[in-house]
């Protein structure tokens, strides 16, 4: 009994050695842990003081910004009200002022935004921040910057104004809007067409109401065997009576093609747009001269083809047949 109880009580010590160690450990590993916490906590309790801290200069720089902003519209309207009465000035030159003036003045009033809100921010970082990447900068925008600048050549030299119609890389529309980075047509069929600066810049650009003069024509073929001369004086009349065709530059007829089924004539004259449009005129002329062609006997041939079938071949082989004996 005496063994046993010995045994036992070894027993029991050696537990206790053991839950104690344990116990030792657990505390250990808590108390790393806890500190870890500790400086996780600390950092972000830092991080929020600062935020708080903040606060008040980044409301600051937000209505700073919003200052600039409104400065912005009353720039415009500034530049609205003291251009628009002027006889000299020109359309476009008010958009370059208005969007080129107003992007600086945001841009100037970001940069003062950002020296509140940010501490220790300058200006002179930002710019030397642009400086290293330039190179990298450029390449990678470089067609945006080669759309910005030709949209201010072109808001600046106003080859075309807004409301025009023009012809540009064979696409025509009428121009609703020219921007920094892109012009805006209204194709005749009523789609949108966005050409970039660059592009229209480069290119050839037709102005198709660059004047109120505009010459129409269309060709007209009437028959060899009809009176040429009574023809022409057909035309010639009903152009001296239409009212909206112009009397200089003077209108003309003259024989322009000998085709292979008519003699083509080339009708020309000259209206002034603000009245009608080519279109229109040319559509008006046209049905008149069907109609007095038709009344006088002059005739608006179309192209006929003759077609002969060489049968001498089957007529040979139908009288060797004939002549073969029963």
């Not at 322009?256 to 008519?262: G, K």
């Not at 006997?297 to 004996?325: C, F, H, M």
Request: with cysteine; charged share 20%.
């Amino acid at each position: 009994m005496a063994n046993e109880q010995s045994n036992f009580t070894n027993v029991a010590k050696d537990t206790g050695e053991l839950i104690h160690q344990a116990g030792a450990k657990t505390t250990q590993t808590v108390l790393a842990h806890t500190e870890k916490y500790h400086d996780a906590y600390t950092t972000i309790d830092k991080i929020m003081d600062s935020f708080w801290e903040r606060i008040p200069y980044i409301g600051i720089a937000i209505t700073v910004f919003i200052i600039f902003w409104l400065l912005t519209k009353l720039f415009k309207f500034f530049i609205h009200k003291t251009l628009e009465n002027r006889s000299y000035t020109r359309q476009n030159l008010v958009l370059v002022l208005n969007r080129v003036g107003s992007t600086f003045i945001l841009f100037f009033g970001f940069l003062i935004a950002l020296v509140i809100a940010i501490p220790g921010f300058t200006p002179s970082q930002l710019i030397g921040a642009l400086g290293i990447g330039s190179v990298a900068i450029g390449f990678a925008f470089k067609d945006i910057f080669q759309n910005l600048l030709s949209g201010v050549l072109i808001l600046l030299g106003e080859p075309f104004r807004i409301g025009d119609d023009i012809v540009v890389n064979g696409m025509e529309g009428n121009v609703e809007d020219i921007q920094i980075r892109a012009t805006f047509l209204r194709s005749p069929d009523g789609r949108r067409i966005v050409i970039p600066n660059a592009t229209v810049y480069t290119s050839a650009v037709t102005v198709n109401n660059a004047y109120q003069r505009r010459r129409c024509e269309f060709v007209v073929g009437i028959g060899y065997e009809d009176d040429v001369p009574k023809a022409k004086q057909i035309i010639l009349d009903i152009l001296n009576n239409n009212r909206n065709i112009l009397s200089q530059p003077s209108f003309s007829v003259n024989v322009t093609t000998l085709a292979d089924f008519s003699i083509n004539l080339t009708v020309r004259w000259w209206v002034n747009t603000t009245e009608t449009s080519t279109a229109t005129s040319i559509s008006e002329i046209q049905e008149l001269v069907v109609t007095a062609f038709a009344e006088q006997g002059i005739s608006i041939p179309y192209p006929v083809q003759e077609v002969k079938v060489y049968r001498g071949d089957q007529a040979e082989q139908t009288e060797n047949l004939n002549k073969q004996p029963s």
